[in-house]
């Protein structure tokens, strides 16, 4: 077939063509058989269901979670104190003898001392990969020797 014939032929479809058959009684038993067999809209509790659920589950999952940290405080904490508060007073105990021992400043700068070298392990235990961490370590240490021979010349 040749472009020529192929436009002739694309032209005369351009006309106006009626069905062979009538298409409407078709139709409109579709429409009739859809609105009969139609299926009942879904209720608004039922499109909620699964939010519901999921938040249901979040809940449950928060809440033994908070139950367990509650439960891990409770056995962390001994007669009463939480390690935290026995590991201050052991420090004001520490800082007690070291005054009496010798310079009440000295004595107080030591505990300062220790107790950021505690933190700083802590972080470090937390982040193990904190390079900057080891400097400061590092840092505390050199304050206590430097504080250790303070202490032998003072005393």
């Known amino acids: 077939m040749s472009e020529f014939e192929l436009q002739r032929d694309l032209r005369g479809l351009l006309g106006e063509r009626m069905p062979t058959r009538d298409l409407w009684p078709a139709?409109?038993?579709r429409i009739e058989?859809?609105?009969l067999e139609a299926p009942a809209p879904l209720r608004r509790h039922r499109r909620w269901f699964p939010f519901g659920v999921a938040a249901?589950?979040?809940l449950a999952v928060g809440a033994g979670l908070a139950s367990r940290a509650l439960e891990q405080r409770s056995r962390e904490t001994v007669g009463g104190e939480s390690p935290t508060m026995r590991s201050v007073q052991?420090?004001?105990e520490r800082a007690?003898?070291?005054a009496r021992s010798g310079d009440p400043?000295?004595?107080g700068a030591e505990v300062v001392?220790?107790?950021a070298s505690s933190e700083l392990e802590q972080a470090l235990a937390q982040q193990p990969d904190a390079v900057f961490l080891v400097g400061l370590i590092n840092r505390t240490e050199a304050q206590r020797r430097k504080l250790a021979r303070l202490g032998m010349h003072a005393g």
Do not use: K, S
């Open 90 to 92: 052991a420090q004001i």
């Open 96 to 98: 007690r003898e070291l």
């Open 33 to 35: 058989g859809a609105a």
């Open 56 to 58: 249901a589950m979040t």
């Open 105 to 107: 400043q000295l004595a």
């Open 113 to 115: 001392i220790d107790t």
């Open 27 to 29: 139709i409109a038993t």
